[in-house]
């Protein structure tokens, strides 16, 4: 297996599990990455996968949370994150937090270590004419190689991720709220969730009003051109949300009454498990996303499934430009991985990076490709970032875009827990066909 070489470009947790994922199993990986000569400017460390922002792994409920599940099948398939994470965990209730020096420094020592590794620092400028890479420079890639990439692939890289919140379907009371097109134009496609004047004033007075996240510095330049975040339009005045994204013009409910104010759900998927809130792109903090957006009479007990975000996170059009196993449509030696692909957050990126390295594995040892399905987490992610949308925004792990199951449950805790036990049993198949010897 020596013969085999991967250039992995990118020591975050993406290129560090696909190094080492690869490397485990024979294969000789050359790893570059732009540390210590380089940084971007949210890293400040030397060591490999840095956390810059949070030391949460976000929770580690497999029965009971869809990135718990994640982090199930990454250790079925044998992760690295998550056996740095076990060695460097810190106590944090149900959430997977670790000491984030101790966790960089478990993942350098064991990547530098390992004899199938050569680790090289320098700045990858260019994509790789020949053979087979995987590229995970993350949402901060520096701009000679996002420029390259954009020129190659004939697709535009998003320099600033302006993203609204998306809630889970079932979490939606439909009692409160009316399918219908403006102007009945269209299918049934949007959910609309009225408010009254009382409501709708309260609303807009409490979301101009919320506590808004920290903009890192490098965030700061140009960070809303072009796409104003719903906390600052409602400070411009009562009635400017009324006038945008929740005019009620055209829009009657089934007794053809038309509401004061309006907040539209648009579907995230095709199976219309999870709905996008229309217009909403915020910048404020997760919790008060979740405070505000209650207050909505339809939204009032909504499962978030994704907080909105606005900040610096250069990912690909991927839909447009990658295959479901993260290979690149037009060079197919390239694959990405990671937060470049459009997955959102730290595990979700470590899986990517396995599921590219096992694909990869899957093409150097001339056998068909693994049969990922949207039953795990890891196929679901893989799937989300492929298929066409054409408001493609990154994503993390969430029942939504699992396959729904094959008989209606009720139940919550019960529904999560068949999911993931369906998952399993798909991750473990993957993960002993991914071993298995030719």
């Known amino acids: 297996m020596k013969g085999y070489e991967v250039t992995v470009v990118g020591a975050g947790l993406a290129g560090c599990e696909a190094a080492y994922w690869l490397a485990e199993r024979g294969a000789s990986v050359r790893l570059l990455e732009g540390k210590p000569q380089k940084r971007s400017p ?3 460390a030397d060591g490999f996968a840095e956390l810059v922002c949070s030391n949460s792994l976000k929770s580690d409920d497999v029965y009971g ?11 079925l398939f044998g992760s690295l994150t998550m056996e740095a994470a076990a060695a460097a965990r ?3 209730g149900g ?16 990547v530098r270590a390992h004899p199938n590794i050569a680790c090289e620092c320098r700045e990858v400028r260019s994509l790789p004419e020949e053979g087979y890479c995987i590229v995970a420079t993350g ?9 390259d990439i954009r020129r190659k692939l004939g697709e535009g890289l998003h320099f600033y991720d302006a993203a609204a919140p998306i809630v889970s379907a079932e979490s939606v009371d439909l009692t409160k709220a009316f399918v219908a097109d403006r102007y009945g134009k269209g299918s049934g496609d949007y959910v609309n969730c009225p408010l009254t004047k009382e409501e709708y004033e309260a609303f807009a007075a409490a979301l101009a009003g919320a506590e808004r996240a920290l903009v890192h510095d490098f965030d700061k330049r140009d960070v809303f051109e072009g796409c104003m975040p719903a906390e600052i339009l409602a400070a411009r005045g009562k009635d400017s949300l009324r006038f945008g ?6 829009l009657y409910d089934e007794n053809g009454k038309r509401p004061y104010a309006v907040v539209q759900l648009r579907k995230e998927n095709a199976a219309g498990t999870a709905y996008n809130l229309v217009g909403f792109q915020t ?7 979740a405070r505000v957006f209650r207050m909505i009479p339809a939204l009032q007990k909504a499962e978030f499934l994704r907080y909105g975000v606005m900040h610096r996170n250069t990912y690909l059009d991927s839909p447009n430009v990658l295959h479901a196993d993260y290979s690149c449509k037009k060079y197919p030696h390239l694959y990405f991985a990671g937060q470049l692909t ?19 594995w899957q093409k150097l040892r001339g056998r068909a490709p693994l049969a990922w399905t949207d039953e795990t987490v890891t196929g679901a992610l893989a799937g989300y970032i492929s298929s066409p949308n054409a408001d493609f925004q990154p994503m993390n792990a969430n029942y939504g875009i699992l396959r729904p199951l094959a008989e209606e449950v009720r139940d919550k805790a019960k529904k999560r827990r068949l999911f993931a036990e369906r998952a399993l049993r798909c991750a473990e198949a993957l993960a002993r066909a991914a071993r298995a010897e030719k």
């Open 139 to 147: 949402p901060l890639t520096f701009d000679p190689l996002a420029e």
């Open 283 to 289: 910048n404020l903090k997760f919790g008060e996303q």
């Open 342 to 360: 459009g997955v959102e957050g730290y595990v979700e990126s470590a899986g990517s990076g396995i599921a590219a390295a096992m694909n990869v």
């Open 95 to 110: 959430a997977l937090a670790v000491d984030r020096d101790a966790f960089s420094a478990y993942v350098t020592q064991k």
């Open 65 to 75: 949370n869809a990135c718990g599940l994640l982090k199930e099948e990454m250790r």
């Open 42 to 44: 949210a890293h400040t």
């Open 90 to 92: 810190v106590p944090a």
């Open 245 to 250: 994204m929740m005019k009620p013009v055209g």
